[in-house]
């Protein structure tokens, strides 16, 4: 068949259970999976789901950067059947939770690089446990850098010293703003579970240490465990080599979809080397201390994710719900 051929012939829906499953790995905040899809033969809508929002986000910026990491995961599904992906990004003003539209394009096979990030969909995951000593490979860095600007994005590097102890402080601060605030211990009591759980969403035991310290050259956890004693995971390991804030030129509901696509572009990259991410975005849910990160850091955008990135030989998926549950009727 020629590569025209497969264009015109191929039908998404074909394809629902790879395609959805494949986005759905993506990573979202405390494992909401805020996301839904519709997949009709030529065209997948994702929509988002706000009964999953954080009461801690709201303005909704985390769910849509969840979703925009989903959305990326879907681009590259489709991408690997063959045919180039057409996204339109919030395509209808009246549908407010119609996040973004993804239409066959033309026919053109994935290149290997494509399908290395696919390979790394089961495997990326959210690193909360040790991280293996040494540097990561280099030109890691600068394609990481550049995946977020292929996205409309910007991974600003937060190097050693003033910068690194400024934006750790905010990070600790925030930590502990976080353990005294009813609202958000009650969000991550509704979204841990504990090691019986058959849940498939929310963040599982086995992900997070019963003991949310800090040690120098890492940035402090957000507290999973809440002094449950619930939280599985071993902590200690090396300082991750690699800090970096991503960031957008503004804050819209446009821009917080592209830092998504490219959280997980980054991450998808990363992972492909068996490098992963920390991900410590407690600070930047309050309006003040965002603004004071971007000003005492000098970032030149609004920071969407704050993250810390080494290597491990290990890996850990957490679970997701089946496309069954994740249809947009
Ligand atoms: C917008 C956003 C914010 C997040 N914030 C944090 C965070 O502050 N601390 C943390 O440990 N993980 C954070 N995560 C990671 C999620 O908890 C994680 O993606 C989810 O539990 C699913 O696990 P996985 O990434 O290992 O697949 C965040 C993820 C997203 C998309």
Same mark, same amino acid.
């Given at each position: ?151 409309? %994005? #910007? ?6 010293? &003033?910068?690194?102890? =400024?934006? +750790?402080?905010?990070? @600790?601060? /925030?930590? *502990? ?120 850091? %000098? #970032? ?6 704050? &993250?810390?990135?080494? =290597?491990? +030989?290990?890996?850990? @998926?957490? /679970?997701? *719900? ?8």
């Amino acid at each position: 068949m020629t590569d025209d051929l497969a264009e015109m012939t191929l039908s998404l829906t074909d394809h629902t259970r790879f395609l959805v499953t494949t986005a759905a790995r993506a990573p979202s905040v405390h494992n909401t999976q805020p996301w839904r899809f519709r997949v009709s033969a030529r065209a997948v809508e994702l929509w988002c789901d706000p009964v999953r929002k954080l009461k801690t986000d709201a303005a909704g910026r985390e769910m849509l950067i969840s979703c925009g990491a989903a959305l990326f995961g879907l681009r590259l599904a489709i991408r690997s059947l063959g045919v180039i992906p057409v996204t339109e990004l919030l395509p209808d003003p009246a549908r407010l939770r119609l996040m973004a539209r993804v239409t066959v394009g033309t026919a053109m096979p994935a290149d290997e690089w494509e399908l290395r990030m696919l390979r790394a969909v089961p495997h990326r995951h959210t690193h909360r446990g040790p991280f293996a000593p040494g540097p990561l490979s280099a030109g890691l860095v600068a394609g990481l850098q550049h995946d977020a600007l292929a996205e409309g %994005a #910007l991974l600003a590097l937060v190097d050693g010293g &003033l910068a690194y102890d =400024r934006l +750790a402080g905010f990070v @600790a601060a /925030a930590a *502990r703003r976080g353990d005294r605030d009813s609202v958000a211990r009650a969000e991550i009591r509704r979204w841990t579970r504990g090691r019986a759980s058959t849940a498939r969403d929310g963040v599982p035991a086995l992900a997070f240490t019963a003991a949310a310290g800090h040690r120098p050259g890492t940035l402090q956890q957000r507290d999973f465990d809440l002094g449950r004693g619930l939280g599985r995971l071993a902590a200690g390991g090396e300082p991750p080599p690699v800090t970096a804030v991503l960031l957008t030129d503004r804050d819209s509901r446009g821009s917080w979809l592209r830092a998504g696509q490219a959280l997980q572009r980054l991450l998808l990259h990363a992972a492909t080397g068996w490098v992963f991410a920390s991900l410590h975005t407690q600070p930047l849910e309050n309006a003040a201390t965002r603004r004071l990160i971007q000003d005492r850091l %000098a #970032l030149p955008g609004r920071p969407q994710m704050v &993250l810390q990135l080494g =290597r491990s +030989a290990t890996t850990l @998926a957490t /679970a997701r *719900r089946g496309p069954q549950d994740l249809a947009e009727p």
